[in-house]
């Protein structure tokens, strides 16, 4: 199997590398946001973001084969940078502070690391489920431009074992600019579909070992 905290890894460049590519756009963070509406094309959730963000789905199998909700929603403006990458799927932990303890641990060796907020739970809902979150600072190496960043991880586990990961990150310049742009966002997020159901259809027709006389 693929490890995950290498998935981690790969959706987080993935998440620099494709907001980088994203048209500058002029509308500052906290003035005047129109928002708009996301809906998932396979039923399984909206959510609310700006309109001078862009979505954008994190096409690689191995992150669909464990994330079937696998999004960004990034924000550009010369050298500030924002995103808000969407994670979904089954999880393999018990509970919420393990799952969130284990995102934090990818970036621990990072340069310049600091933990600015401990683990912590009640903060946020996601969903209408109580979510545990972490907010730490660092030097990106998956960023091009190696950005000092802060990033704040929001995460739950529902009754049927689905992990949902909201990560918030950005250029310490406009990070508290868009912390209520954000928090918006996930008070926004609606789950509409069967994140389950969705997995299981992924694996038919995979190649499988044959079945023993």
């Known amino acids: 199997l693929v490890n995950r905290n290498i998935l981690k890894m790969m959706s987080l460049l993935l998440v620099f590398t494709i907001i980088l590519t994203f048209p500058v756009m002029q509308i500052h963070a ?46 550009v403006k010369g050298n500030s940078i924002a995103g808000l990458t969407l994670l979904a799927g089954e999880s393999i932990f018990y509970n919420a502070t ?39 600072t660092y030097k990106d190496p998956l960023s091009p431009r190696k950005s000092i960043v802060n990033d704040l991880l929001i995460g739950i586990i529902d009754d049927d074992g689905v992990e949902y990961v909201m990560e918030y990150k950005a250029t310490k310049d406009v990070f508290d600019d868009f912390l209520p742009v954000v928090e918006e966002m996930v008070r926004s997020f609606n789950i509409t579909g069967d994140i389950l159901s969705l997995g299981e259809e992924s694996t038919q027709g995979t190649d499988a070992s044959p079945e023993l006389p």
Do not use: H, R
């Not at 973001?49 to 079937?68: F, M, Q, R």
């Open 30 to 75: 906290t003035e005047n946001v129109k928002w708009k509406t996301f809906k998932e094309k396979n039923g399984l959730f909206t959510i609310k973001y700006p309109s001078n963000w862009t979505p954008i789905k994190l096409n690689t199998e191995e992150t669909e084969d464990y994330y079937p909700i696998n999004m960004v929603f990034g924000y």
């Open 98 to 136: 393990d799952m969130v303890d284990s995102y934090e641990t990818t970036v621990q060796n990072y340069k310049k690391y600091e933990l600015i907020q401990p683990t912590q739970c009640g903060k946020y809902v996601i969903n209408g489920v109580s979510a545990c979150d972490t907010l730490s």
